[in-house]
T-cell receptor, first 117, second 112 residues
């Protein structure tokens, strides 16, 4: 998965508990993203980052916060998980303009499946 | 904002027959367009991309797509389906490089 590691890969939690998902990359890419995938909706952007401590909201950011204190790590936090946040979460990076098939195209991690009971 | 509509939520074909997955987009700029594939319980893999070069784009595994500005379409095709093509396919549009919008997905079933 192009040097992207997501953890945990699976998590079951209860409503009202905090949850943090971690995305780690090994290639020092500037842009990192968090998406959620739900049936019938495709992938929807939650938050993205364009550098250390530089983040912005996506189309479904309510109930989520992010932090990026190091280039390699992008954390997604659910302060108080709800059942509507049961989903599969994907982290992605955007490799720069280096040419080739994968240049400037989102590259995804393997996903983190979160279940909120 | 840009958006994309995948016209079929599910397509079923027989092995060896052509595949057509339809995608229409909306964009205020000259968009970049992508198709991704997701096999069961896997991440997403890039199939092909259009970034204002040739309108007929060839991707991996024999897939190709044609950008038609007049029809605002970017349909994905393959001449002959293989069992291993069974997966979910996502059409993606991007106006400004770092804001990418996904379609809802098309599930492709391939019958023996």
């Amino acid at each position: 998965d192009a040097g992207i590691t997501q953890s945990p890969r699976h998590k079951v939690t209860e409503t009202g508990t905090p949850v943090t998902l971690r995305c780690h990359q090994t290639e020092n890419h500037r842009y990192m993203y968090w998406y959620r995938q739900d049936p019938g909706h495709g992938l929807r952007l939650i938050h993205y980052s364009y550098g250390v401590k530089d983040t912005d909201k996506g189309e479904v950011s309510d109930g989520y916060s992010v932090s990026r204190s190091k280039t390699e790590d992008f954390l997604l936090t659910l302060e108080s998980a709800t059942s509507s946040q049961t989903s599969v979460y994907f982290c992605a990076i955007l490799p720069g303009l280096a040419g080739g098939f994968g240049a400037n195209v989102l590259t995804f991690g393997a996903g983190s499946r979160l279940t909120v009971l | 904002a840009q958006s994309v509509t995948q016209l079929d939520s599910h397509v079923s074909v027989s092995e060896g027959t052509p595949v057509l997955l339809r995608c229409n987009y909306s964009s205020s700029y000259s968009p970049s367009l992508f198709w991704y594939v997701q096999h069961p319980n896997k991440g997403l893999q890039l199939l092909l991309k259009y970034t204002s070069a040739a309108t007929l784009v060839k991707g991996i595994n024999g897939f190709e797509a044609e950008f038609k500005k007049s029809e605002t379409s970017f349909h994905l095709t393959k001449p002959s389906a293989h069992m291993s093509d069974a997966a979910e396919y996502f059409c993606v549009v991007s106006d400004l490089g770092n804001d990418m919008r996904f379609g809802a997905g098309t599930r492709l079933t391939v019958k023996p």
